[in-house]
């Protein structure tokens, strides 16, 4: 019996049989929880990490029984580095501009940042704002273990600016919600996957875009603890 840690039966749940065998295997795993190892995670952000900063307090609470590993960012002026800096963690930025100017294939960029990650042995790695499509080569590398964070409800308005498109739907008479959501990414399709976690936010007639922004922003903060607890602890007995 190992208490409330089943993130192998919640993945299972899932419809997931295989992690892969780059992993740790489930006996293994479930060792590391069940001798009160912290969860590892990997973060990758490309701006204000606002999210991540949510991750760090969650933690430092113990409202998260994990540690940040690692935190890479593809842009050198995102505050989430400075974030994790004064947290104490870990830092790389590893920006796209260099592969391109060289000629190099994207594939090429994200062996590489696969390589990044893996030096610092994840159990996850989770997207907290980072705008690149992550192509199979890194997913691969890290099969059912990348957790997004999408701001939309599942199946609406995938992709960048999501919050405003949701708002121009919302004056267009097509939607009366928004949301969020978090899930699996087991593949290259954009903001699709198993979903792990959704919260709705409703959107009112005296909102602003900046009003709605902010309060989807406050929601994502706690979608995002909530769900990663979940993978950590489970979701109680089998």
């Not at 993945?11 to 590391?32: A, F, H, M, V």
């Not at 900063?53 to 430092?60: E, F, G, S, T």
């Not at 030096?119 to 691969?140: C, E, N, R, T």
């Amino acid at each position: 019996m190992l208490g409330n840690h089943k993130p192998i039966a919640l993945l299972r749940s899932l419809g997931i049989r295989s992690l892969g065998s780059n992993l740790l295997s489930d006996t293994q795993r479930l060792y590391l929880l069940s001798n009160n190892m912290p969860t590892r995670l990997a973060v990758l952000i490309s701006g204000n990490g606002s999210n991540l900063q949510a991750l760090i307090d969650a933690i430092r609470m113990r409202m998260l029984d994990a540690e940040i590993v690692i935190v890479v960012s593809n842009r050198k002026d995102a505050y989430g580095l400075e974030r994790a800096t004064k947290a104490g963690i870990a830092t790389r930025y590893h920006p796209l501009q260099p592969y391109r100017a060289a000629g190099q294939e994207r594939s090429e960029y994200d062996a590489a940042l696969a390589e990044i990650v893996a030096a610092y042995k994840p159990d996850w790695i989770v997207l907290a704002g980072w705008m690149h499509i992550l192509s199979d080569v890194f997913l691969q590398r890290f099969p059912y273990r990348v957790i997004n964070l999408h701001p939309a409800l599942p199946g609406q308005f995938p992709g960048i600016n999501a919050i405003q498109r949701a708002f121009e739907a919302y004056q267009a008479g097509k939607i009366k919600k928004t949301g969020i959501m978090v899930h699996l990414v087991p593949d290259e399709q954009v903001d699709s996957g198993p979903i792990l976690a959704t919260q709705e936010v409703l959107i009112y007639p005296s909102d602003t875009l900046e009003m709605l922004e902010k309060r989807v922003h406050q929601s994502e903060h706690q979608v995002l603890v909530g769900a990663i607890h979940r993978l950590i602890a489970g979701d109680g007995d089998e």
